[in-house]
């Protein structure tokens, strides 16, 4: 899309948007599930230091790829391998346009900001002995700088993913020597963080270790789709998620003795995971099993024991004696490693996107056991969740509140921060600018956080939207758009244009939450039922089979009052 197509998009042409949404929405199959009592809008605040941020992350959004001496990661070489594939080479050019993004995140009133250090872009070989770019870290210096000038905390992730392609290279990555205590990656990642911490920590109050390490475990070296692409599915995830741990605990220890005194910051490890509710009564171990072995997996060493969940063990103890083996593929940890790793999380970074239905699928023998297999759960969706455009991202907002009350519970009542949520969208023309179905999805989440919190005392202490900007999404690259603002990746300059969420999130951080009376909230109220794509007749009990039709009237007072949102915005 060009500049002045999508300038007129934020002005004249936003009727002719209103008319696509409508079109839209007549498609949007008609959404059953409303629970009265469970997907009630909760009115009412988050606690006055409440944290409202947005999130993205180096190789998503930086571009300049090879600038100076930044070293390739092994995203840049996955990117690079066939010339039809997105790249990250510029991305949203973020490297030169970071002034324009923060600006953005001041429009919208944000005071925090979370995103990640480019771990080459600092050491270009992932080794400090081996040189320091020195334009990396002016370049994280002039951005952290930046948002302090204009009121915004940055919460920093060391690890989103892009490891210096040279430590895969040398050490096999996160897959190096993982039963030995001499492991090279867990010092290397030491090191890293230790440099970030001298140079910046004096600005940087927080810190997230590892972004998502299910994900690098599991789709890095486990399927094997995502960078590096290791594929050994049966046992590949559990070394790599084994010296992933060792490695946060070695940076929260470095951070521990060398510097909290003097910089009094926090350091937590942001882990993912789908909500699994059970699909029948007779399901619900099965969940638990799923979100143990998912969240568990990492949560359970660091925020309980320094050791795998119970059922973890005793579930690949089961599947070695099956499999005719002398040792579990899952690692074990020394008795002072497990010390090591106990209560390595000052805070708990969540990101959560969606739910599944699981289903028990206990104990078929599996001929070429992987992780998925290993859980014994099968899962699925049930046909009313609407979905979003990325093929795994179902609409479940009451998800997210019993992942919370979940974590509340099983370690010990933790401070959580919510480090991502959010919703994409296909990249189409013309582009999707008034994103209802976005600002559905943030209004029913946070609404859903907010009942975690003061209704199930959850102690969050912060939530993220993801992303600030439509970015490269790994291996769908820009096909798929995350976003509150709208980014031109066939224009060379980049320029970022607001969507119509990015005002409803302005007015939400405005508000904190949902207060009783405010005039953002009676806008809520009237969207609500549209949102849960439902009505008020249907919820009450009178179904006239009139769901579509009411949902058009919503529609038809929510337009409005969009655009004058947009007008006072
Ligand atoms: C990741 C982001 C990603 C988002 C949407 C999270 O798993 O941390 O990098 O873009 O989900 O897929």
């Not at 521990?256 to 942001?270: H, L």
């Not at 399901?283 to 638990?288: G, L, N, P, Y």
Request: charged residues 20%; glycine residues 8%; aromatic residues 14%.
């Amino acid at each position: 899309m060009s500049a002045t197509a999508s300038d007129s998009i934020m002005e004249t042409g936003t009727f002719v948007n209103c008319f696509l949404l409508v079109i839209s929405l007549v498609i949007i199959p008609v959404n059953g599930g409303y629970d009265k009592e469970r997907d009630a809008l909760l009115k009412g605040t988050f606690p006055q230091d409440f944290i409202w941020s947005s999130a993205t992350a180096a190789y998503q959004i930086e571009g300049a790829w090879n600038v100076s001496d930044k070293g390739p990661s092994v995203w840049d070489t996955l990117a690079h391998q066939d010339n039809n594939r997105d790249t990250g080479d510029v991305a949203c050019d973020s490297y030169h346009k970071y002034p324009a993004d923060i600006q953005l995140m001041k429009q919208m009133g944000l005071k925090y900001y979370r995103f990640s250090i480019s771990w080459p872009r600092i050491f270009p070989t992932g080794e400090q002995q081996d040189g320091v770019n020195q334009d990396g870290v002016r370049y994280y210096n002039a951005l952290i700088n930046e948002l302090i000038a204009n009121d915004i905390q940055p919460m920093v992730t060391l690890f989103h993913w892009d490891l210096p392609q040279v430590l895969q290279d040398r050490y096999g990555g996160f897959l190096n020597n993982h039963t030995t205590n001499t492991t090279v990656i867990h010092d290397l990642f030491g090191d890293y963080a230790r440099f970030c911490y001298q140079n910046f920590g004096d600005r940087v109050k927080y810190w997230i270790t590892f972004n998502e390490p299910w994900i690098t475990s599991w789709l890095g070296y486990g399927v094997g789709n995502f960078a590096p692409q290791h594929n050994e599915p049966a046992e590949g995830q559990y070394k790599a998620a084994h010296n992933i741990i060792l490695s946060h605990a070695k940076a929260y220890h470095i951070y521990d003795d060398e510097f909290r005194a003097a910089q009094n910051g926090q350091v937590g490890i942001t882990l993912n995971c789908d909500w699994g509710t059970p699909k029948t009564p007779a399901d619900a171990d099965a969940a638990i099993r799923y979100v143990q072995f998912f969240l568990g997996w990492f949560a359970h060493p660091i925020y309980k024991n320094g050791d795998y969940p119970e059922v973890m063990k005793t579930t690949m103890a089961r599947k070695a004696q099956e499999e005719g083996r002398t040792t579990s593929r899952l690692p074990e940890f020394t008795p002072e490693q497990k010390l090591s790793i106990s209560g390595t999380g000052d805070f708990f970074g969540l990101n959560h996107y969606t739910t599944v239905e699981v289903t028990d699928a206990c104990c078929t023998p599996i001929e070429n056991p992987n992780y998925d297999t290993d859980k014994d759960v099968g899962t699925g969706h049930a046909p009313d969740w609407p979905r979003a455009a990325s093929s795994w991202l179902y609409v479940v907002p009451w998800g997210i509140r019993n992942l919370l009350g979940f974590i509340k519970e099983e370690y010990g009542d933790p401070e959580i921060y919510v480090t991502e949520n959010g919703r994409s969208d296909h990249d189409q023309d013309p582009a999707i600018m008034m994103d209802m179905e976005r600002i559905c999805y943030y209004m029913m989440y946070t609404n859903e956080v907010m009942k975690a919190s003061n209704m199930d005392n959850v102690k969050v202490k912060a939530y993220t939207a993801w992303s600030l900007l439509d970015n490269f999404e790994w291996l769908s690259g820009y096909s798929e758009r995350f976003g509150l603002h709208y980014v031109d990746f066939n224009d060379p300059t980049r320029t970022r244009y607001p969507k119509a969420s990015s005002v409803f999130f302005k007015q939400l951080v405005r508000n904190n939450g949902y207060p009783e009376g405010s005039e953002f909230t009676k806008y809520v109220e009237n969207m609500w039922y549209f949102c849960h794509n439902t009505t008020e007749a249907e919820v009450n009990g009178y179904t006239g089979g009139a769901s579509q039709i009411s949902s058009l009237f919503s529609l038809f007072l929510a337009i409005p009052m969009m655009i004058a949102y947009s007008l006072i915005a």
